[in-house]
């Protein structure tokens, strides 16, 4: 008891902050979105475009159809999804004693609460019923009769929710619990885990019956490897002299930046060696635990850590394919929390009188690895939301309406979409339809899907509930169609400063641009061109969106800051 208490007091801690933290406009935005379009009937990759898999909306809305659509109802949702990799971490590193199963669970903390914050996103929720399917699986090696049965079944049914959430696990599931099912050695081991594995995906298969194949292929495969990559890819690694994510570059900038006074790398070389030691660590510790468990033999904690291990090892891919702090946290925090195990295994090896306090040296270890691979991504978020909490700092900018709430980042994010939101209130009508994106809609890097939550009673105008670069802009793409059919746009200019080295700086097809300008008329502008409001009229008054752009100061900044990236290359 008191071991699980330290580690609820090192969660709550920040949760007060976490509550009223800025939010991701685009990705915690359709979170928010997607189920309530299920609950008025749509369906993901039919109705909108949804590159992950389905089982988290139906579970969220679920969730809202119960508790409802509110921010802190999802965040509440977001908070249990990381429970759930916490303590199966913790439940894993038990085999090492409370106190090492303490230090695994807070270096999962550190890795999982912070860096998007509780946003219920389906990464989350499919990492943690994996890991709740490794655990099945390895109680299923520890137990026989009745017991193994059922555990190999639940091992099976966590697995195939798993994949429902998010199918990219399906490296990290069949690595572990192939490796674990062969330890199992019989054909009912192999029948149990597969009839669990079959009543899991069931809710997969009845996606596909009614979205069909040729849908769900597209939305949950081709289209985020083949034509979401090109415009989201970073370099590997990481650019040493520079940040290259466009999100981080701005978290990372001189005015919003939090608080960190101790002696550290910068943030750009802390992920440039953060990169590296993600894939050392993944690789080294499954080696070592085969190593461990070699030495042996038999059904004991090294085959625990191997088997979990494995899990973290088929996690690699998410870190690699997108290495910003985000995507590093994501794919390390299985291998990072199975570390303090692996170090109290090694201790006594090597220094025997340490051995009583190998879960000393396991924890200070870490705590020093953190401080100085990647401070600014663990304890400095964590201290941030911390101080929130306490009150010895202010949240997010807040914008409401009605119930509804949001939080943006700083004072003239909240003031223009607090005025554009209060027009949108005054002159729309029940069932009219609202297309929200980038001002230049021939370049749809990001989306601020959160305009669509704050007016439940307006229709989605867009497939591209969630814009990308390389979708929604591709010549041919159903958008300019879309726009068309909208009776009202928020396009905003949040984002126009985006600049990353791949694909999303390519300007695609300029004719959902030229639409506005035909058949839309400028309502609104709010602070110098954030936000621009757009109703539609008889006859366009001729004013494209990408033309008026942000103030002249503003987009000469941006300019000369885009100028100086492409000259470093």
Same mark, same amino acid.
């Given at each position: 008891? /008191? ?21 991701? %406009? ?5 979170? /928010? ?5 299920? #609950? ?10 949804? $590159? ?5 909306? &139906? ?11 509110? $921010? ?9 999804? &990381? !429970? ?12 090492? @004693? ?13 890795? *999982? ?5 509780? %946003?219920? !996103? ?9 890991l709740w399917s490794i655990v099945f699986g390895l109680r299923a090696l520890h137990t026989e009769g009745r017991s193994r049965r059922l555990a190999l079944i639940g091992a099976g049914v966590l697995a195939g929710f798993a994949l429902g959430y998010r199918p990219d696990l399906v490296l990290a599931l069949a690595i572990a619990h192939g490796w674990l099912l062969w330890q199992g050695r019989g054909e009912r081991t192999w029948r149990h885990a597969g009839i669990g594995l079959a009543v899991g995906l069931a809710p997969f298969a009845i996606h596909l019956l009614i979205a069909g194949i040729g849908p769900s292929v ?15 890819? /970073? ?59 070699? @030495? ?5 904690? &090294? ?28 794919? %390390? =925090? ?6 303090? =195990? ?25 705590? *020093? ?8 991504? +663990?304890?400095?978020?964590?201290? #941030? ?9 202010? @949240? ?30 005054? $002159? ?29 009673? $307006? +229709? ?10 390389? !979708?929604?802009?591709?010549?041919? %793409? ?17 984002? +126009? ?17 030229? *639409? ?54």
């Open positions: 008891m /008191l071991s699980v208490a330290i580690v609820m007091a090192v969660i709550a801690l920040p949760l007060r902050g976490l509550f009223r933290a800025t939010g991701s %406009s685009m990705e915690e935005g359709f979170m /928010l979105v997607f189920p309530q379009r299920i #609950l008025h009937g749509d369906v993901p990759n039919v109705d909108f475009l949804h $590159l992950y898999g389905p089982f988290s909306l &139906h579970v969220l809305s679920g969730w809202y159809w119960l508790f409802g659509d509110t $921010l802190e109802s999802q965040r509440v949702f977001g908070l249990l999804q &990381h !429970l759930g990799i916490i303590f199966a971490l913790y439940t894993i590193a038990r085999a090492w @004693g409370r106190r090492t199963a303490v230090i695994s669970a807070v270096t999962t903390t550190l890795l *999982v609460l912070t860096p998007i914050g509780l %946003s219920a !996103l389906a990464w989350e929720g499919g990492v943690a019923l994996g597209r939305g949950m495969f081709l289209e985020p490897v083949f034509d979401l990559r090109p415009g989201r890819e /970073l370099p590997r690694p990481p650019s040493f002299g520079q940040i290259d994510g466009a999100l981080q570059a701005v978290a990372e900038g001189p005015a919003d930046a939090p608080w960190w006074k101790l002696p550290a790398l910068s943030a750009n070389h802390q992920l440039f060696l953060w990169f590296f030691v993600v894939i050392i660590v993944a690789i080294a510790v499954p080696l070592i635990a085969w190593r461990l468990r070699n @030495g042996s033999g038999g059904v004991n904690r &090294h085959t625990v850590l191997l088997g979990a291990s494995l899990f973290g090892l088929g996690m690699l891919p998410q870190a690699l394919q997108r290495p910003d702090s985000t995507h590093l946290a994501w794919g %390390s =925090c299985v291998s990072f929390a199975l570390l303090p =195990c692996v170090i109290v295994e090694l201790v006594p090896r090597i220094a025997p009188r340490l051995t009583r306090h190998a879960w000393l040296v396991a924890g200070a270890a870490i705590a *020093v690895a953190m401080l100085v691979v990647n401070p600014f991504f +663990t304890y400095r978020y964590y201290l #941030l939301q911390t101080r929130v909490s306490v009150g010895n700092k202010p @949240g997010g900018y807040v914008v409401t309406r009605g119930d509804r709430r949001f939080y943006f980042g700083n004072q003239a994010l909240q003031s223009s979409s607090q005025a554009v939101i209060d027009d949108l209130d005054r $002159l729309s009508q029940p069932g009219d339809r609202l297309l929200v994106g980038p001002a230049d809609l021939s370049r749809t890097i990001y989306s601020d899907a959160v305009f669509y939550y704050l007016f439940p009673e $307006l +229709t989605p105008a867009t497939y591209f509930i969630e814009m990308d670069p390389g !979708l929604a802009d591709q010549e041919g %793409s159903r958008l300019a169609d879309d726009v068309k059919s909208a009776d009202w746009l928020i396009l905003t200019n949040f984002w +126009t400063g985006w600049y990353e080295p791949n694909a999303s700086s390519e300007r695609g097809s300029d004719e959902p641009n030229q *639409v506005v300008a035909d058949h839309f008329c400028l309502v609104g502008n709010y602070e110098d061109a954030l936000v621009l409001l757009y109703q539609r009229c008889e006859q366009g008054d001729g004013i494209s969106p990408a033309g008026i752009g942000i103030g002249a100061q503003r987009r000469a900044d941006f300019e000369r800051e885009l100028a100086e990236r492409a000259a470093e290359g």
